[in-house]
């Protein structure tokens, strides 16, 4: 069967099991007489009519991001330039922040409601995808109070920013805080129609989010259109308005109803016996994505303190580098679906293979990317770095650009098998993997080849590598090959397939 027979026969049985009735034993096999019809179509089709869409959407958001930072690059009349690139790479991270604080609900609504479809209980999922929206405006709502307490002051200064790059940052990310309980809502119904097997709608949700984010962030940096001229803080008010009108058609196509997920306001009341069961999932999940953010903030302030030039070059080399993790990131989301619902359908031989066939086909696609970057690194550093003051930025960029190319078959490692785990409901163990990589990992090597010497309190002083920012990246692509084969030998050793949700 082709990828397209398969897409029509995924989409014609509506990704839910022919047997409703299908007993929750993922450590059982299900006869032939009773498999869903769904999964007669070849994995290799489903993974790809899963991971299409996504990588699609992917691509909008790669392109949004890469036109925030082509106008930022180019703003005039800035006085110090690379102080405000700077602020960019640092806000990146902290709007990184954002998406993966998500994770504390959506991560939970994917697998929990792939698990109902999957076993053909469609009410339990429909209840399953109110309570994540609850979930979602709880946490949003926490989050956009603690900001605006003093926690955006806060995590700038954590980060060793100071001056006009701090002050830059603060001014970027308080409209993205605003509208935090959009762009939660938006994430966390998107992740529940996942988990039904619908990932188109996400595609033409933010197809519409990006196609009304890059003119808004245009109009109001430039003052274009009648908008008001905000400059830098006018790039974070295009992404937060952007994703308000998300959140908005998010809520129309699920008062419509799709994939069997339909909202009714009557079921708007807490249920705690499922919002734990979210939870359960999602909180070590949440961890894991929280600590992932913890180990990204040091390791960001290690580089800060580099200097605003290896800050700007830092930030462009990961704005390019996110075309493979965004790639990656798309069959990441398949597995996950896939996964759950083979698992929730009883047949976890298939829920394996389809784990491992998105691996694969993601290794295929960020091993090309990583030709890329190694081959174009010159060019790709020059779009956002047009002038003069600018070339210190290209000279120590471009070795970072190009180390990293060989690191794509570990980060699609770490991205993939970990989006399948959860797909499983795996989410505890991989939280200790993190930690690995990054605290005994990356920050330790980050010091000691980015610096002429480590002071070690107590235990004297260690010489260093003084590598500069080549030296920050060696260690992230250590970090990406351990946890890249730890999480490898997790998904292989198959312990996943008996965990409950």
Request: net charge positive.
């Amino acid at each position: 069967m082709t990828p397209d027979a398969a897409a029509a026969n995924f989409q014609r049985n509506d990704v839910r099991p022919a047997a409703a009735s299908l007993p929750f034993h993922p450590e059982e096999e299900v006869s032939p007489a009773n498999r869903p019809a769904v999964w007669s179509a070849p994995t290799w089709g489903l993974v790809l009519f899963l991971a299409l869409p996504v990588l699609a959407q992917q691509g909008l958001h790669f392109l949004v991001n890469l036109s925030d930072r082509f106008l930022a690059g180019h703003i005039q009349n800035v006085p110090d330039l690379p102080a405000l690139q700077s602020a960019q790479t640092t806000a990146h991270y902290l709007a990184w922040f954002i998406n993966c604080y998500g994770v504390f609900v959506t991560a939970g609504s994917t697998a929990l409601v792939a698990r109902f479809v999957g076993a053909g209980d469609q009410r339990q999922a429909v209840a399953v995808l109110h309570q994540s929206l609850l979930l979602a405006v709880f946490f949003a709502l926490t989050a956009t109070a603690a900001a605006f307490a003093g926690g955006v002051p806060a995590m700038v200064a954590l980060l060793q920013q100071r001056g006009a790059a701090a002050e830059y940052t603060a001014a970027y990310l308080y409209p993205l805080f605003g509208l935090l309980v959009c762009q939660m809502v938006e994430s966390a119904g998107v992740a529940c129609l996942v988990g039904a097997g619908d990932t188109r709608t996400g595609l033409w949700v933010f197809a519409g989010v990006a196609a009304v984010n890059v003119p808004l962030a245009w109009g109001l940096c430039r003052g274009l259109w009648g908008f008001p001229e905000l400059g830098f803080r006018g790039i974070a008010w295009g992404t937060a308005l952007a994703h308000g009108l998300g959140c908005l058609a998010v809520v129309v196509v699920l008062l419509r109803g799709r994939y069997g997920l339909r909202l009714s306001w009557r079921q708007f009341w807490p249920r705690f016996d499922l919002m734990r069961r979210l939870l359960r999932v999602g909180i070590p999940a949440g961890i894991d994505s929280m600590s992932i953010v913890i180990g990204q903030f040091w390791f960001l302030s290690i580089v800060n303190q580099l200097g605003e030039v290896a800050s700007a070059a830092h930030g462009i080399a990961l704005i390019w580098e996110a075309l493979g993790y965004l790639s990656g990131a798309a069959f990441g989301t398949a597995a996950m679906a896939l996964v759950g619902q083979n698992l929730g359908a009883g047949r976890p031989s298939d829920a394996a293979r389809a784990g491992w066939r998105a691996y694969l086909l993601a290794t295929a696609v960020m091993s090309a990317m990583g030709a890329v970057f190694f081959t174009f690194a010159p060019e790709m550093f020059a779009v956002f770095c047009p002038q003069p003051q600018q070339q210190p930025i290209i000279v120590a960029g471009i070795p970072a650009l190009r180390l990293v190319a060989f690191a794509m078959p570990a980060l699609a490692s770490t991205i993939v098998l970990a989006s399948a785990l959860r797909g499983a409901g795996d989410t505890r163990v991989p939280v200790l993997f993190t930690w690995l990589g990054f605290f005994a990992v990356r920050i330790p090597l980050g010091y000691l080849l980015t610096r002429s010497a480590v002071v070690l309190g107590p235990l004297g002083e260690l010489s260093g590598w003084d590598l500069g920012l080549l030296g920050a990246w060696w260690a992230m692509v250590a970090d990406l090959f351990v946890r890249g084969a730890i999480y490898a030998w997790r998904f292989g050793r198959g312990a996943w397939k008996h965990q409950r949700v």
